[in-house]
């Protein structure tokens, strides 16, 4: 499920990799000014994961590992559909995407760091 | 009426005085080495009415006055600055603006959620934060 701060080009984009179904959460059927509890809980129900870059205030802080579907935050500040796409392919490529559902997974250019249960952090360089 | 209207005047002047306050105390603290605003200002959300988290709360509120297309709402964003009916913060924008070059190629990206009026509302509104942020005690731009 990808945030509305991405927009339906990275969706379409992500989709191009073929490991992933990507959809934007206007497509899932939430309203444009959704709030954040509202969808991080639907993860659970719908067991998908949100790629998002609003790492201030949907984080493993505020939404810890195990209680919902999967975060993954976009750490990249000037981030393009391309960068994602390439961030995305590398995370994917690199056999820990596994890992994602239910944790917090922040995805750097080169790395990513898994946020698990009880705050476990699991490093990953690509 | 009237007396509404110096009421709230009040409130922003407490909440004024408070910043004051808090920049004394951020002058003497590295507030990174103390764990975070709740332990340093435990009376933020007192101040702010949301969590003790975001000092600039208030000013998020007093530079939305000015800019209707602009709103924050606690739990939408954690209560950061957004165009109106959508989760676009300002800051995203302004970072799609670095990225894409201009503020067409911004409307056409997220076309047809936001339109180019809205993206120029978020930049007045990220300059006005910025002024009054950086010279709070002007009364030009506080009053």
């Given at each position: 499920m990808?945030?509305?701060?991405?927009?339906?080009?990275?969706?379409?984009?992500l989709?191009?990799?073929?490991?992933?179904?990507?959809?934007?959460?206007?497509?899932?059927?939430?309203?444009?000014?959704?709030?954040?509890?509202?969808?991080?809980?639907?993860?659970?129900?719908?067991?998908?994961?949100?790629?998002?870059?609003?790492?201030?205030?949907?984080?493993?802080?505020?939404?810890?590992?195990?209680?919902?579907?999967?975060?993954?935050?976009?750490?990249?500040?000037?981030?393009?559909?391309?960068?994602?796409?390439?961030?995305?392919k590398?995370?994917?490529?690199?056999?820990?995407?596994?890992?994602?559902?239910?944790?917090?997974?922040?995805?750097?250019?080169?790395?990513?760091?898994?946020?698990q249960?009880?705050?476990?952090?699991?490093?990953?360089?690509? | 009426?009237?007396?509404?209207?110096?009421?709230?005047k009040?409130?922003?002047?407490?909440?004024?005085?408070?910043?004051?306050?808090?920049?004394?105390?951020?002058?003497?603290?590295?507030?990174?080495?103390?764990?975070g605003?709740?332990?340093?200002?435990?009376?933020?959300?007192?101040?702010?009415?949301?969590?003790?988290?975001?000092?600039?709360?208030?000013?998020?509120?007093?530079?939305?006055?000015?800019?209707?297309?602009?709103?924050?709402?606690?739990?939408?964003?954690?209560?950061?600055?957004?165009?109106?009916?959508?989760?676009?913060?300002?800051?995203?924008?302004?970072?799609?603006?670095?990225?894409?070059?201009?503020?067409?190629?911004v409307?056409q990206?997220?076309?047809?959620?936001?339109?180019?009026?809205?993206?120029?509302?978020?930049?007045?509104?990220a300059?006005?934060?910025?002024?009054?942020?950086?010279d709070?005690?002007?009364?030009?731009?506080?009053?």
């Amino acid at each position: 499920m990808i945030d509305n701060t991405f927009g339906a080009p990275v969706a379409e984009k992500l989709n191009d990799l073929g490991a992933v179904t990507a959809k934007t959460t206007k497509e899932y059927g939430f309203s444009e000014n959704a709030h954040d509890d509202f969808i991080i809980n639907k993860l659970r129900d719908t067991k998908h994961l949100l790629l998002t870059h609003d790492y201030n205030t949907i984080n493993e802080r505020k939404y810890p590992a195990c209680s919902h579907g999967g975060i993954i935050l976009i750490m990249n500040r000037r981030w393009t559909v391309e960068t994602i796409h390439e961030d995305m392919k590398a995370f994917c490529k690199s056999g820990f995407r596994k890992h994602a559902p239910h944790c917090v997974t922040r995805l750097y250019r080169k790395k990513a760091i898994i946020f698990q249960h009880e705050n476990e952090r699991l490093e990953i360089d690509f | 009426m009237r007396v509404e209207v110096i009421k709230e005047k009040e409130d922003e002047s407490s909440k004024y005085l408070e910043y004051r306050k808090i920049k004394e105390r951020l002058r003497k603290y590295d507030i990174r080495k103390e764990g975070g605003c709740s332990i340093l200002f435990p009376s933020f959300s007192r101040v702010t009415k949301s969590p003790a988290v975001n000092p600039f709360a208030w000013l998020f509120e007093r530079c939305c006055k000015e800019h209707p297309d602009i709103e924050t709402t606690p739990g939408v964003l954690g209560g950061i600055p957004r165009i109106r009916r959508t989760r676009l913060s300002v800051g995203q924008v302004l970072g799609r603006l670095y990225v894409l070059g201009s503020i067409r190629a911004v409307a056409q990206y997220y076309k047809p959620d936001i339109s180019e009026e809205q993206i120029k509302e978020a930049i007045a509104y990220a300059q006005d934060f910025m002024e009054i942020a950086g010279d709070p005690e002007s009364s030009e731009t506080y009053d």
